[in-house]
Nanobody, 118 residues
Framework: QVQLVESGGGLVQPGGSLRLSCAASGASGNIFSRYAMNWYRQTPGNQRELVAAITSDGSTNYADSVKGRFTISRDNAKNTVYLQMNSLKPEDTAVYYC?????????WGQGTQVTVSS
């Protein structure tokens, strides 16, 4: 069982930056490094959208809407994954979820609210 806790959300003006963190526990030793880590987001009335992903070997993938603005990274020594968000837009407003995936398991965090507004 892996527990995920997101942090770093908040209110930011358009054009600003935030860095989200997701700390994993329950994954002992180097198990965390074997998980693919993902960031999803969801707005009311919409499906959850994959924002960014990083594999166990460090390969990354991004939604077209965030390419060039968001960067996902991981620190396996700290069992933590990050999402650096720059040039934020109002349409980035959502609850952001951290997800750990390793077949057949999917673990979700509780989410952190990001609001981009002037």
């Amino acid at each position: 069982q892996v527990q995920l806790v997101e942090s770093g959300g908040g209110l930011v003006q358009p054009g600003g930056s935030l860095r989200l963190s997701c700390a994993a526990s329950g994954a002992s030793g180097n198990i965390f490094s074997r998980y693919a880590m993902n960031w999803y987001r969801q707005t009311p009335g919409n499906q959850r959208e994959l924002v960014a992903a990083i594999t166990s070997d460090g390969s990354t993938n991004y939604a077209d809407s965030v390419k060039g603005r968001f960067t996902i990274s991981r620190d396996n020594a700290k069992n933590t994954v990050y999402l650096q968000m720059n040039s934020l837009k109002p349409e980035d407003t959502a609850v952001y979820y951290c997800v750990a995936k390793r077949v057949p398991f999917n673990y979700w965090g509780q989410g952190t609210q990001v609001t981009v507004s002037s």
